[in-house]
């Protein structure tokens, strides 16, 4: 009886220590896929493109796989400030619930469309004709800022400091060809909703093309309008 006893006891401790082995084992969280989180950065940087020039190419950098992550049902992209969704960036992707973690994934923004160079030696002070520039095709986001990309946003223009063969053409390379000199006599157009009135006035000051230029009527009033090539001045009413 004594060994019967002492057996049956022996087992239920056996069997209570296998009971709670299981018990104590940690229960094992499904990982994040870190192919979503590729594919979650690709749709947020092809999104924030809409409305660039050319032909956006996306190419998301490689993830450790050595990394743990646990499962998000909806990871969430975004720039850090100071990022931008252009040329070589981060982005960020978080997560909230029901865990809260972030990781940040290298990315590459290309943007292939045309811009203006120049064909042949620009000096400064040269106003650019069409012979004097040509259109190409590369990736904008290894320009420098202010790329030309129509040609018509530099004919007409003078070049503010030399331009190489073949260099790109920058807004802030040109200035707008000077249209009005002080002292000048101009006309002033003013148009109105369906009118349009014109009169002499003499100029109070230089303006480029597009700029504000003040000039003083033949009565004597100065007024304010936008300098236009050959000596006009345009009011708006």
Do not use: H
Request: glycine share 10%; aromatic share 6%; charged share 15%.
């Amino acid at each position: 009886m004594n060994v019967f006893f002492t057996l049956l006891i022996a087992g239920l401790g056996l069997a209570s220590q296998f009971a709670f082995a299981q018990a104590a084992e940690p229960v094992q969280q499904p990982r994040q896929e870190l192919g979503v989180l590729k594919q979650t950065v690709e749709q947020f940087l092809k999104k924030q493109a809409i409305g660039l020039p050319g032909d956006i190419q996306v190419e998301v950098g490689s993830i450790d796989p050595r990394m743990k992550l646990p499962a998000c049902p909806q990871p969430e992209a975004f720039l850090r400030r100071g990022n931008k969704a252009w040329g070589k960036t981060t982005v960020g992707v978080r997560c909230t619930a029901p865990n809260s973690w972030t990781v940040y994934i290298a990315a590459t923004v290309g943007v292939r469309s045309e811009y203006v160079v120049a064909t042949v030696p620009l000096a400064q002070g040269q106003t650019i004709s069409e012979g004097d520039i040509v259109k190409v095709k590369g990736d904008l986001t290894t320009m420098p800022p202010g790329i030309i990309t129509e040609p018509s946003q530099a004919i007409g223009r003078t070049v503010a400091s030399s331009v190489s063969v073949g260099a790109p053409l920058r807004q802030d390379a040109l200035r707008n060809q000077q249209a009005i000199q002080q002292g000048q006599a101009v006309r002033i157009v003013l148009n109105g909703a369906g009118f349009s009135v014109t009169s002499e006035a003499k100029a109070l000051n230089n303006a480029n093309e597009g700029q504000l230029t003040q000039v003083r009527t033949a009565a004597g009033q100065v007024v304010s309008g936008i300098a236009k090539l050959g000596g006009v001045v345009e009011l708006t009413y």
